[in-house]
């Protein structure tokens, strides 16, 4: 356990939505930048402690690359703190990632989604495989020594050879981590409101989750949570505290917070947090962080959950095929079988959890 909390900005500006997206942006940024970067640097002085973590995330924080070192000068960091932030091929620059290191982003996360052109096409991205590629190379040459890129699973038309190049063709360049998330389909999307025909079935979903395990560990890249793997040390700070059940705050419309002992959530309106003295905020939990929740956070990764969680569901292992889980050094986890049905596993623990 950290002895700090982590700090999330959202960053809700994009120049195109993506059909599948429900994260909250805005297409229309105009002059909204600057008066937004201004609004985080005020809420950001109202919480003087020192973060271990920095997490940009949006939308697309590249697009506010100017005000970065505005917005980190009003952070206090601890020392050797994580600070990332996403970036978009469609338009990030060599410029730009020189600009965010000089900030003092030092981890830099890039939305690839796929390196097959026709691909990312359905998936309506504004950049093509070689824009991903290049940006990855020029992160390096920027001065980034941790860079991570997204991928999606179960992209419409997606096969088991074209995800076998994208990995291939990733791991042959300079990133240390892979987040590889199955797209699903959020109801108040254009994807959600209207699938495309050639979407992913479970049957193929599940395959292609398989097959992503197998290369990503072939090379080199452990898995640490369902959804992430790693070189060893190059794990997400940031994200493993949400995983760990650690507190953040949250900065920016939409943004989420674990913070002093509640969950809250900021508005999903850019003007009411611009105009607002302190961002519009409301209580999602009063008490956060219970039995259940640490459970079903914990068994998301490969390190598992402790002796003091698991103790109330020893007889209900038994109702689960023993290749999707283990029990050593005194902590319960999934293996990767496991993974692929943690929702199952997770619903068959809790309703036989004993006292």
């Not at 890039?110 to 096409?121: A, H, I, P, Y």
């Not at 992160?139 to 999606?152: C, P, V």
């Not at 997400?236 to 949400?242: Q, S, V």
């Not at 419309?253 to 900021?266: E, L, Q, T, W």
Request: some cysteine; overall charge negative.
């Amino acid at each position: 356990m950290s002895d700090f909390r982590g700090l999330y900005i959202h960053v809700p500006f994009c120049v195109r939505k993506c059909p599948y997206c429900d994260f909250y942006s805005t297409a229309e940024c105009g002059d909204l930048r600057a008066d937004y970067a201004a609004a985080v640097v005020r809420n950001l002085r109202e919480y003087p402690e020192q973060f271990d973590t920095v997490y940009f995330g949006g939308g697309t924080p590249n697009l506010i690359a100017e005000h970065m070192p505005g917005i980190l000068r009003a952070v206090s960091t601890a020392p050797g703190a994580e600070i990332s932030a996403e970036c978009n091929p469609a338009t990030a620059t060599l410029e730009t990632l020189r600009i965010m290191r000089e900030a003092g982003v030092n981890r830099i996360s890039v939305g690839v989604q796929s390196l097959q052109d026709n691909e990312l096409k359905k998936l309506g991205r504004l950049h093509n495989a070689a824009q991903a590629e290049e940006l990855i190379l020029q992160a390096r040459q920027a001065g980034f020594d941790s860079i991570s890129a997204d991928i999606m699973l179960g992209v419409p038309g997606q096969t088991a050879d074209s995800l076998t190049d994208t990995l291939e063709r990733l791991a042959k360049l300079p990133i240390q981590h892979i987040s590889a998330y199955m797209l699903t389909l959020e109801p108040a999307t254009p994807f959600g409101k209207s699938p495309p025909a050639d979407m992913a079935d479970d049957d193929t979903m599940a395959d292609l989750y398989a097959l992503c395990q197998r290369l990503c560990g072939e090379r080199g890249f452990h898995q640490y949570e369902i959804s992430n793997f790693a070189r060893e040390g190059f794990e997400c700070r940031h994200n493993l505290k949400y995983w760990r059940d650690e507190e953040y705050l949250g900065i920016g419309p939409a943004a989420h917070s674990f913070y002093a002992g509640k969950r809250f959530a900021v508005r999903r309106d850019i003007e009411a947090f611009i105009r607002s003295e302190r961002q519009p905020v409301e209580i999602t939990d009063d008490s956060p962080g219970d039995f259940d929740e640490r459970v079903m956070m914990g068994l998301r990764l490969s390190e598992g959950i402790p002796e003091e969680l698991y103790k109330p569901f020893e007889k209900a292992l038994k109702l689960i095929p023993g290749e999707y889980y283990r029990l050593e050094g005194g902590r319960l986890s999934l293996t990767g079988k496991g993974f692929p049905v943690y929702n199952y596993i997770v619903s068959l623990l809790l309703a036989h959890k004993e006292d």
